[in-house]
């Protein structure tokens, strides 16, 4: 495979449930991010990995937990989430984080929803 | 921080017809500019980008110019088709770790 792939593509989850999304580049790029995407606002960004130490946290809900074991793959760990959480979850990839001229590669997302 | 305007959508047009799409950021310094595509059930793709003032992108037949002047970054096609239909997506890139600034995307719907 190519490119960002992620997985599951689609998540129903309740209230007190713990699962995991995974995000995998196939691209040899050094950072990794994850962005939340809900209906009528702006992508937001969750969180940024550059060479898999976590370098950015946006005031990010504890309930989140990120993981980046290697520089190739990329977990965002869910507990007792929110229906509020309920929105596409996106991770993309650049070869750099330290550059504002650098491209990000984005994988299809995760749906999420939270019942 | 940065921040990224996009004019209101969603736009509706027929085939052929001219696109623009209005895009303003407000940034200290002169950050890169993005436009990203997003296809329904999909993720992302970048469609062009330019890096400094009067730098022009672009793919596909679509082009923006990096307007320093008035801080802009319109993306324009002379002739649209009904494959464009996406949301579009303009972005600043930040100063650190490679942090994006989007705007709240437009909607495109082109008909036959």
Redesign the interface.
């Known amino acids: 495979e190519t490119g960002v792939t992620q997985t599951p593509r689609h998540l129903v989850m309740g209230m007190t449930n713990k699962k995991s999304l995974k995000c995998e580049q196939h691209l040899g790029h050094n950072a990794m991010y994850w962005y939340k995407q809900s209906a009528k606002k702006p992508l937001e960004l969750m969180f940024v990995y550059s060479l898999e130490e976590r370098v950015e946290n946006n005031s990010v809900p504890s309930r989140f937990s990120p993981e980046c074991p290697n520089s190739s793959h990329l977990f965002l760990h869910l507990h007792t989430l929110q229906p509020e959480d309920s929105a596409l979850y996106l991770c993309a990839s650049s070869e750099t984080s330290g550059g504002s001229t650098d491209t990000q590669y984005f994988g299809p997302g995760t749906r999420l929803t939270v019942l | 921080g940065n921040s ?1 305007t996009q004019m209101e959508g969603p736009v509706t047009l027929s085939e052929e017809a001219f696109l623009t799409i209005n895009c303003t950021y407000t940034a200290t310094g002169y ?2 500019l ?1 436009w ?1 595509v997003q296809y329904p ?6 469609l062009l ?1 330019a ?1 400094k003032a009067d730098d022009k992108g672009s793919n596909k037949g679509f082009e923006a110019t990096y307007r320093k002047e008035t801080t802009s970054f319109h993306l324009e096609k002379g002739s649209v088709q009904v494959s464009d239909s996406a949301v579009y ?1 303009c972005a600043a ?8 600034t ?4 437009t909607i495109l719907t082109v008909h036959p």
Request: glycine content about 26%; proline content about 4%; cysteine-free.
């Open positions: 990224v950050p890169s993005f990203y059930g999909e993720g992302l793709q970048l980008k890096t997506f890139g930040g100063t650190s770790y490679g942090k994006l989007f705007g709240q995307g």
